[in-house]
């Protein structure tokens, strides 16, 4: 990535107070090209040599403690599932809005699954709507091949009469499960544990993915968002990218930095629970979308985050009588639960 340095807008300085209690101090709308979020390169991750994993592991500790996020090159996932996967979104988002509207998300109250309209959102209030519309679906132990009990219901909604749909969504969905399961072993790797560390809360996790929507925009970065400046839920999130620019991250002085789409990596992030375990030694960054690429753009994030029924307790290695933990114990599904009804309570 190239590392060009661009004239700032006079800062705005406007704070933000987000849902996970950070307050984030925002000096320019404009976003900067430079070479923040390292590429890691992950072709070892299937491997078995635990020295070349805790190589990663040591690159991925200083990126997800510095900016909360990083590249995730070479994860040997094979490109023709996402694109079947965004095939399948495209083809979601161009139905009539009354079809879409059969999977309206306020059907279900408390969860982020279904569709989420068009403007439906406006995350930061003081601009306009955001610019975007999107479809959620939740882990599904029936397309987990490692499910503990495969006849668990899943809490998603599908439409009637979309034969492929959802079948190309969980094809992809099933690869990137798998693919998060040897990454939570990373991360524990990343906070000097072992490498089993976290495998006990992974094995019926909250692994939920969106197909996300955004036109090209004609406002500017003062007046809208693609998606508001926020942080995710659960512990990491790892984003399928179309090609197109859009994503922005929030770095620590203050101004966005751009990610671009990297050829052959996912975009990777810190999310609030992660944060809240390892207190605060990894950040979960703020991020936005604001889509002036010229064309439309389709991401697919993939939400990954503990068993609902796990308390989130502090890594051991990250507390200590001088670091005591910051945040009150609760499970991941309390936390789920707040942070998804406090989301769409912001929905209109
Ligand atoms: O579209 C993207 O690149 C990111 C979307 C995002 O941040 C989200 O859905 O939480
Ligand atoms: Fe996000």
Aim: net charge negative; aromatic share 12%; glycine share 4%.
């Amino acid at each position: 990535m190239s590392s060009t340095t661009t004239v700032l807008d006079e800062p705005v300085h406007s704070s933000i107070s987000l849902p996970s209690g950070q307050t984030v101090r925002i000096k320019s709308e404009t976003a900067l090209e430079v070479d923040e979020i390292p590429i890691i390169d992950f072709s070892a991750i299937w491997s078995d040599d635990i020295a070349a994993k805790k190589a990663i592991a040591e690159r991925v500790r200083e990126a997800s403690h510095r900016i909360g996020f990083f590249y995730c090159q070479h994860p040997g996932i094979d490109p023709k599932y996402a694109a079947a996967a965004f095939k399948q979104g495209k083809r979601f988002c161009a139905l009539p809005i009354e079809k879409k509207l059969e999977v309206d998300t306020a059907r279900v109250p408390n969860e982020y699954v279904g569709y989420h309209k068009m403007k439906g959102y406006n995350r930061n209030k003081r601009k306009q709507q955001d610019l975007s519309e999107a479809f959620n679906w939740a882990y599904d132990p029936s397309h987990d091949p490692e499910a503990v009990d495969k006849s668990e219901p899943s809490i998603s909604i599908w439409p009637s009469d979309f034969p492929g749909f959802k079948e190309e969504l969980y094809t992809y969905h099933t690869q990137l499960l798998q693919f998060a399961r040897r990454m939570t072993r990373i991360f524990a790797l990343a906070l000097h544990m072992p490498e089993d560390y976290f495998d006990d809360y992974v094995k019926h996790p909250e692994a939920g993915m969106r197909i996300i929507h955004y036109p090209q925009q004609e406002a500017s970065a003062v007046d809208q968002n693609g998606i508001g400046a926020h942080t995710d839920f659960e512990c990491f999130t790892i984003v399928t990218q179309d090609g197109n620019d859009g994503l922005q991250v929030l770095n620590k002085d203050g101004y966005w930095v751009k990610a671009k789409p990297v050829p052959d990596a996912f975009v990777v992030n810190i999310a609030d629970c992660f944060m809240r375990q390892t207190n605060d030694f990894f950040v979960s960054t703020v991020h936005r979308v604001i889509n002036k690429s010229g064309r439309e753009r389709y991401s697919l994030p993939f939400f990954f985050g503990f068993d609902r029924s796990k308390r989130l307790e502090a890594v051991p290695s990250c507390v200590s009588d001088e670091n005591p933990m910051k945040y009150p114990i609760m499970t991941s599904g309390e936390y789920y639960h707040y942070r998804a009804t406090n989301a769409k309570a912001g929905s209109s």
